[in-house]
T-cell receptor, first 114, second 111 residues
């Protein structure tokens, strides 16, 4: 069974803390994505990566950075967490050569910044 | 980006067919029509996708209008497990492109 796992289901952090969200996929996918999901706003793309050490900004990259040192792992970093980054964070992956193929999502991390 | 329009919510009874509509009047010739769904407290999951022809898989069927300006996701026999938010998404076949989610249709299923 294909799998995308995220390091935590729930996370509580304080304003100003550096936060790391980890995502691992076991499908040898080239593409990996980070979204955030907020009520009334749907899912919005933060960053994506189509290869190791490659990254592209999505629609809302401000306040975030990413790291892709290994193919299976894509990390989202909140350099200095703020309360407006309280959200559900979803990681996804897809196969590069299947340009119209499906994306596989992890279960999500619900982050609360106090 | 081409946009999609879906009803906010729909209701169904268990074991009845469900037809979830999606309008995409500005679709381009290369846009694929994707459907995802999101069950409560889970990440979205892929349901089906198509370009021009109707498509069937183990989860659902996708009926695409001849002019491609609308499509319908068909769940042949709704179960309580099918209660979810269903998203209709247009996607260009370009490597690395993300999905652009709208607000989707919240499907309720009653026993």
């Amino acid at each position: 069974d294909v799998k995308v796992t995220q390091s935590s289901r729930y996370l509580v952090k304080r304003t100003g803390e550096k936060v790391f969200l980890e995502c691992v996929q076991d499908m040898d996918h080239e593409n990996m994505f980070w979204y955030r999901q907020d009520p009334g706003l749907g899912l919005r793309l933060i960053y994506f990566s189509y290869d190791v050490k490659m990254k592209e900004k999505g629609d809302i990259p401000e306040g975030y950075s990413v790291s892709r040192e290994k193919k299976e792992r894509f990390s989202l970093i909140l350099e200095s967490a703020s309360t407006n980054q309280t959200s559900m964070y979803l990681c996804a992956s897809s196969l590069y050569r299947l340009l119209q193929g499906e994306q596989f999502f992890g279960p999500g991390t619900r982050l609360t910044v106090l | 980006d081409a946009k999609t329009t879906q009803p906010n919510s729909m209701e169904s009874n268990e074991e009845e067919p469900v037809h979830l509509p999606c309008n995409h009047s500005t679709i381009s010739g290369t846009d694929y029509i994707h459907w995802y769904r999101q069950l409560p407290s889970q990440g979205p999951e892929y349901v089906i996708h198509g370009l021009t022809s109707n498509v069937n898989n183990r989860m659902a069927s996708l009926a695409i209008a001849e002019d491609r300006k609308s499509s319908t996701l068909i769940l042949h026999r709704a179960t309580l497990r099918d209660a979810a938010v269903y998203y209709c998404i247009l996607r260009i076949p370009q490597a690395g492109t993300a999905l652009i989610f709208g607000k989707g249709t919240t499907l309720s299923v009653s026993s």
